[in-house]
């Protein structure tokens, strides 16, 4: 079983930066993939960013390639999405997602989902 904490949203002006933080809990997150998703209102849930079990590799949505990048601190149990460059169309809410393989991640099965942290990019 994996507890996933979303952190690090919040209200930021168009240009802005933000880091999310994921903290999960148990021993094997280490042997999870790990991913963003966001929903904005009225919009479906939608892929951001993934990574491997080892951070070797990663995957990025268009939108938000070249601007957010993920990475992992197994150590710490913490997944990280960092955003620059923020536009008011990433305001949404963000979820990670934890799933056995990079290729459920990426298929949007992971087996464990967050309650989400919400980010606000004002124009």
């Known amino acids: 079983q994996v507890q996933l904490v979303e952190s690090g949203g919040g209200l930021v002006q168009a240009g802005g930066s933000l880091r999310l933080s994921c903290a999960a809990s148990?021993?094997?997150?280490?042997?999870?993939?790990m991913g963003w998703f966001r929903q904005a209102p009225g919009k479906e849930r939608e892929f951001v960013a993934a990574?491997?079990?080892?951070?070797?590799?990663?995957n990025y949505a268009d939108s938000v390639r070249g601007r957010f990048t993920i990475s992992r601190d197994n150590a710490k149990n913490t997944v990280y999405l960092q955003m620059n460059s923020l536009k008011p169309e990433d305001t949404a809410l963000y979820y990670c997602?934890?799933?056995?393989?990079?290729?459920?991640?990426?298929?949007?099965?992971?087996?464990?989902w967050g309650q989400g942290t919400q980010v606000t990019v004002s124009s």
């Open positions: 997602a934890a799933a056995r393989t990079l290729r459920a991640v990426l298929a949007g099965s992971s087996d464990y």
């Open positions: 148990g021993r094997t997150f280490s042997s999870y993939a």
């Open positions: 990574i491997s079990w080892s951070g070797f590799s990663t």
